[in-house]
Nanobody
Framework: VQLQACGGGLVQPRVSLRLSCAGSGLRWTEHSTGWFRQAPGKDREFVGTINWSGARTRYSNSVKGRFFISRDIDKNTVHLQMNDLKPEDTAVYYC????????????????????WGQGTLVTVSS
Protein backbone atom coordinates (compact mmCIF):
# COMPACT_ATOMS: atom_id res chain seq x y z
CA VAL A 1 0.00 0.00 0.00
CA GLN A 2 1.27 3.44 -0.91
CA LEU A 3 -0.35 6.81 -0.40
CA GLN A 4 0.89 9.83 -2.29
CA ALA A 5 -0.19 13.25 -1.05
CA CYS A 6 0.31 16.37 -3.10
CA GLY A 7 -1.00 19.87 -3.65
CA GLY A 8 0.63 21.82 -0.87
CA GLY A 9 2.29 25.18 -1.30
CA LEU A 10 2.65 28.74 -0.13
CA VAL A 11 -0.58 30.72 -0.26
CA GLN A 12 -1.93 33.94 1.13
CA PRO A 13 -4.66 34.06 3.76
CA ARG A 14 -8.27 33.61 2.64
CA VAL A 15 -7.43 31.74 -0.55
CA SER A 16 -8.28 28.12 -1.34
CA LEU A 17 -6.10 25.10 -1.94
CA ARG A 18 -6.87 21.49 -2.74
CA LEU A 19 -4.78 18.59 -1.56
CA SER A 20 -4.96 15.18 -3.16
CA CYS A 21 -4.12 11.71 -1.92
CA ALA A 22 -3.69 8.95 -4.47
CA GLY A 23 -3.79 5.42 -3.20
CA SER A 24 -2.23 2.29 -4.66
CA GLY A 25 -2.61 -1.19 -3.27
CA LEU A 26 -5.98 -0.35 -1.76
CA ARG A 27 -9.33 1.02 -2.77
CA TRP A 28 -10.78 4.13 -1.13
CA THR A 29 -14.19 2.51 -1.58
CA GLU A 30 -13.14 -0.03 1.07
CA HIS A 31 -11.17 2.09 3.54
CA SER A 32 -11.82 5.25 5.50
CA THR A 33 -9.55 8.15 4.65
CA GLY A 34 -8.22 10.51 7.22
CA TRP A 35 -6.47 13.84 6.93
CA PHE A 36 -4.18 14.99 9.70
CA ARG A 37 -1.78 17.87 10.04
CA GLN A 38 1.24 18.74 12.10
CA ALA A 39 2.33 22.30 12.66
CA PRO A 40 5.91 23.14 13.69
CA GLY A 41 6.45 22.29 17.33
CA LYS A 42 3.02 20.75 17.75
CA ASP A 43 1.53 17.28 17.82
CA ARG A 44 -0.20 15.78 14.83
CA GLU A 45 -3.89 16.62 14.90
CA PHE A 46 -7.01 15.31 13.24
CA VAL A 47 -8.42 17.40 10.39
CA GLY A 48 -11.16 15.31 8.83
CA THR A 49 -12.24 11.91 7.64
CA ILE A 50 -14.54 10.27 5.12
CA ASN A 51 -15.73 6.72 5.49
CA TRP A 52 -15.43 3.96 2.91
CA SER A 53 -18.82 4.61 1.35
CA GLY A 54 -18.34 8.35 1.17
CA ALA A 55 -21.57 8.90 3.04
CA ARG A 56 -20.07 9.97 6.35
CA THR A 57 -17.62 12.75 7.01
CA ARG A 58 -16.33 14.34 10.17
CA TYR A 59 -14.18 17.42 10.65
CA SER A 60 -12.34 19.06 13.49
CA ASN A 61 -13.92 22.19 14.90
CA SER A 62 -11.02 24.29 13.66
CA VAL A 63 -11.74 23.50 10.01
CA LYS A 64 -15.45 22.73 10.00
CA GLY A 65 -17.23 24.76 7.35
CA ARG A 66 -13.98 25.61 5.56
CA PHE A 67 -12.48 22.22 4.65
CA PHE A 68 -14.25 19.50 2.71
CA ILE A 69 -13.26 15.97 1.75
CA SER A 70 -14.31 14.45 -1.55
CA ARG A 71 -13.33 11.44 -3.61
CA ASP A 72 -12.63 10.64 -7.24
CA ILE A 73 -13.37 6.95 -7.31
CA ASP A 74 -12.22 6.41 -10.88
CA LYS A 75 -8.79 7.80 -9.99
CA ASN A 76 -8.79 6.25 -6.50
CA THR A 77 -7.96 9.68 -5.13
CA VAL A 78 -9.24 11.59 -2.12
CA HIS A 79 -9.19 15.38 -2.02
CA LEU A 80 -9.09 17.85 0.82
CA GLN A 81 -10.56 21.15 -0.33
CA MET A 82 -9.35 23.93 1.95
CA ASN A 83 -11.12 27.28 1.74
CA ASP A 84 -10.57 30.56 3.53
CA LEU A 85 -7.13 29.49 4.67
CA LYS A 86 -5.67 31.07 7.77
CA PRO A 87 -2.08 31.35 8.99
CA GLU A 88 -2.91 28.84 11.73
CA ASP A 89 -3.63 26.25 9.02
CA THR A 90 0.09 26.18 8.24
CA ALA A 91 1.27 22.61 8.69
CA VAL A 92 2.38 19.46 7.00
CA TYR A 93 -0.75 17.64 5.92
CA TYR A 94 -0.94 13.87 5.86
CA CYS A 95 -3.48 11.50 4.38
CA UNK A 96 -4.02 8.11 5.91
CA UNK A 97 -5.98 4.93 5.30
CA UNK A 98 -7.89 2.95 7.87
CA UNK A 99 -6.37 -0.41 8.81
CA UNK A 100 -9.80 -2.03 8.54
CA UNK A 101 -12.21 -2.20 5.64
CA UNK A 102 -15.85 -1.17 5.72
CA UNK A 103 -15.66 0.41 9.16
CA UNK A 104 -18.97 1.85 10.28
CA UNK A 105 -17.61 4.52 12.57
CA UNK A 106 -15.69 7.60 11.58
CA UNK A 107 -12.01 7.21 12.43
CA UNK A 108 -10.81 10.18 14.42
CA UNK A 109 -7.51 9.01 15.90
CA UNK A 110 -4.17 8.51 14.20
CA UNK A 111 -3.78 5.11 15.85
CA UNK A 112 -6.72 3.84 13.84
CA UNK A 113 -4.88 4.37 10.58
CA UNK A 114 -2.33 1.91 9.28
CA UNK A 115 -1.13 3.56 6.08
CA TRP A 116 0.22 7.09 5.73
CA GLY A 117 1.27 9.35 2.94
CA GLN A 118 4.51 11.28 3.07
CA GLY A 119 2.93 14.63 3.88
CA THR A 120 2.63 17.84 1.92
CA LEU A 121 3.48 21.26 3.33
CA VAL A 122 0.91 24.03 3.36
CA THR A 123 2.12 27.48 4.33
CA VAL A 124 -0.38 30.29 4.74
CA SER A 125 1.31 33.64 4.94
CA SER A 126 0.96 37.14 3.58
Amino acid sequence: VQLQACGGGLVQPRVSLRLSCAGSGLRWTEHSTGWFRQAPGKDREFVGTINWSGARTRYSNSVKGRFFISRDIDKNTVHLQMNDLKPEDTAVYYCAADKETYANENRLFSTEYAYWGQGTLVTVSS
